[in-house]
């Protein structure tokens, strides 16, 4: 399973972006996909998790601000990112399991005014 993450970028705090994530290869063997970041300085942080049956799951940091989504070919998943805080600033990566698990290779997302 190959991960390619895209759409990071510099955003102002309060601002939105959005992730995408696309897995080629086996994915039919994909169980679930999930976003995690890391911070300068800091370790990789799990933020939110989708699984193939749609059941989604949020790091405490991030409830209420981000969503977890996959496209309609299941191979894609998506993180939306509102209300975002300068805090949020970190290399976001996203991971897939089969359970095996794969990485992509990371996408920088800036808050910053």
């Known amino acids: 399973v190959q991960l390619q993450a895209s759409g990071g970028g510099l955003v102002q705090p309060g601002g939105s972006l959005r992730l995408s994530c696309t897995a080629s290869?086996?994915?039919?063997?994909?169980?679930?996909m999930a976003w995690y970041r890391q911070a300068p300085g800091k370790q990789r942080e799990f933020v939110a998790r989708i699984t193939s049956a749609g059941t989604t799951n949020y790091a405490d940091s991030v409830k209420g601000r981000f969503l977890i989504s996959r496209g309609n070919a299941k191979n894609t998943v998506y993180l939306q990112m509102n209300s975002l805080k300068p805090e949020d600033t970190a290399v976001y990566y996203c991971?897939?399991?089969?359970?095996?698990?794969?990485w992509g290779q990371g996408t920088l997302v800036t808050v910053s005014s």
């Open positions: 290869g086996s994915i039919f063997r994909i169980n679930d």
């Open positions: 991971n897939a399991n089969t359970p095996a698990s794969y």
